[in-house]
Each structure stands twice: as C-alpha cells, then as structure tokens.
C-alpha cells in the first residue's frame, strides 16, 4: 500500500501520459452531432476533443451523444453540445496534478492544451497504462 511521499522516481508529465494531436479523432464546432455519435463508435472513443483552427474550444463525450442522441439532436453542431468551460492542463503538468484534477471533478478526460493549441488528450486509461509502466 502506497502510504505517501514520491510515488515513483521522476515526474512524470502530462505530455508523456496524453494521446497526441495526431493520433486523436477531433470534430469542428460545426460537425453534426450524428457525424461524431458515428465516428466515435467506429473509433472506439469515449470523447472527443472540439478544435477550430488548432484550438481547443470544447470537449464532447459519449454522455453527452447519448443525451443529445435522447433529445434528437442529431442534425444539431456539435457546438451546441459539447462542453466549452474546459478544464485543461499544460504538458508540464505532473501525473499527481493531473489525477488530483481528475478526482476533483469527476471526468475521465482532460485535454493537453499550450497557449490555446490542442497538443494531446489524457484519458483515465493513459494514466493507468502510464503507472504500471512505471512499476514493470
């Protein structure tokens, strides 16, 4: 049982623990609602960071399809959505901020954001497959 003090040798940031820009599925602002419901159950992805020209400006996750999806909001923008009070953090961020935030809040997904730009997307799992590298 982990019983406090550094958990593990170094600081592990935020930017080795995200999914970088470019391996993530991002939607405009203006994309249909029904057009992300089926890029993300093609995809396998539980949320879905919103960019317009390289900044993030919002987040959309499954909750949010299906309550949307309930209402028939399928021909609506995503932007009408989506979650624009963001919380982000930098990719200087340590994994101890990062999940400390997490809790906090509740949500599984934080984006990585530097001076406005999308650079990643942490997700709970990333966390998780972040420690038991460590521990290996």
Known sequence: MYTGGKMFEGEV???DMMVEKEKLITAGPEDRVAA????MIR???????ITDEG??????????????????AGELPISEIMTKDLLTVSPNATM????????KYKI?????VEDGEL????VRN?????????TE
């Open 13 to 15: 940031k935020a930017s």
């Open 108 to 112: 599984e997904r934080i984006p990585v």
């Open 36 to 39: 992300v419901i089926l890029r």
């Open 126 to 134: 990333s966390i998780l497959r972040s420690i038991s590298d460590l």
């Open 43 to 49: 995809d396998g992805v539980g949320g879905v960071p």
């Open 55 to 72: 900044q993030c400006v919002g987040i959309v996750t499954m909750r949010d399809i299906m309550f949307a999806n309930f209402y028939g």
């Open 96 to 103: 101890i901020e990062v999940i400390r935030l997490m809790l």
């Open 119 to 122: 650079k990643g997307l942490i």
